[in-house]
Every structure is written in structure tokens, then in C-alpha cells.
């Protein structure tokens, strides 16, 4: 059998989104959970080194309370995370071959696709390039529960 399920998180609306449906198909398919965090910065000068610090500090933080959501959501699912020194895409894409992932799970802002192309779209990115199913789930609106 394949390996889990890879899922992309940031800690933005989107990713939260895909999380809590990353959860429900690894306890539909009785898989582990991968939560991924890239996060070596956009090369736009500056102390990359030092960005790229403290972008996995926030990412550590961000990612153990992913966990402590998983486990809220369903205490069966085994869950790791990781944090990968490369962009996100890249992390992500990775990480589900590495896995040998049933499938990659991102999340899709609420942004609009000039904003998206503007800023470099994760999930346009693994999705384009993915040679593996990728499930988008949008970002809920505040009126969602």
C-alpha cells in the first residue's frame, strides 16, 4: 500500500482548511499524516540565513499547534510534521515522494488570481507540478463553521 497523506501548512485560512481535511482522509484511509513546512525564504537579498532562522521558528510553533489541532480533530491519526529547508512547494512536492503520498493536500486562498500570481501560488505550483492526486481546499469564509 501507498504511504499517507501530505499536507501543505502555513497556518494560513487555506491551510487550516486543508489540515482538518487532510485529517478526515487519513482516517478514512487508515494512513499517516505528513504536516509540511518549507521554509527557506524567496531569494531577495537581505541575511537569508537569518530569515530563513526565523521562518522555521514560526514554522515549529505554527506546526506543533497543526499537531495539537490533529489530535483534537482525531486522536487515531498519526501525524509528523516537517520542516524543510526549501521553498514550499518544493518541500512539499518532496516530501509526498519521500512518502510515496496517496495524495497532497493544499490549501486556496481567498486572494483572486491576480494577487496569487503576483505573490507565487503554492498550491498553483504543486498542483501544476505534482505527479500525484492534489486535493485544493478552499479557505472557509468567516461565516463557515
Known amino acids: 500500500m501507498a504511504g499517507g497523506?501530505?499536507?501543505?501548512?502555513?497556518?494560513?485560512?487555506?491551510?487550516?482548511?486543508?489540515?482538518?481535511?487532510?485529517?478526515?482522509?487519513?482516517?478514512?484511509f487508515r494512513c499517516p499524516l505528513v504536516i509540511v513546512f518549507g521554509y527557506r525564504p524567496a531569494p531577495i537579498g537581505g541575511d537569508v540565513p537569518t530569515m530563513a532562522r526565523a521562518v522555521r521558528e514560526v514554522g515549529e510553533q505554527m506546526t506543533d499547534e497543526a499537531l495539537a489541532v490533529v489530535k483534537a480533530q482525531d486522536p487515531a491519526v498519526e501525524a509528523t510534521v516537517e520542516l524543510v529547508d526549501d521553498r514550499p512547494a518544493d518541500a512539499i512536492l518532496r516530501a509526498a515522494d519521500e512518502h510515496d503520498a496517496l495524495a497532497i493536500v493544499v490549501g486556496?486562498?481567498?486572494?483572486?488570481?491576480?494577487?496569487?500570481?503576483?505573490?507565487?501560488s503554492v498550491t498553483y505550483q504543486v498542483v501544476h507540478r505534482s505527479t500525484r492526486p492534489v486535493v485544493v481546499v478552499p479557505a472557509r469564509d468567516e461565516g463557515d463553521g
Open 108 to 120: 486556496a486562498t481567498n486572494k483572486g488570481p491576480i494577487a496569487g500570481g503576483l505573490l507565487g
Open 5 to 28: 497523506i501530505v499536507v501543505g501548512y502555513d497556518g494560513m485560512e487555506g491551510a487550516a482548511a486543508a489540515l482538518s481535511t487532510s485529517v478526515s482522509i487519513a482516517a478514512a
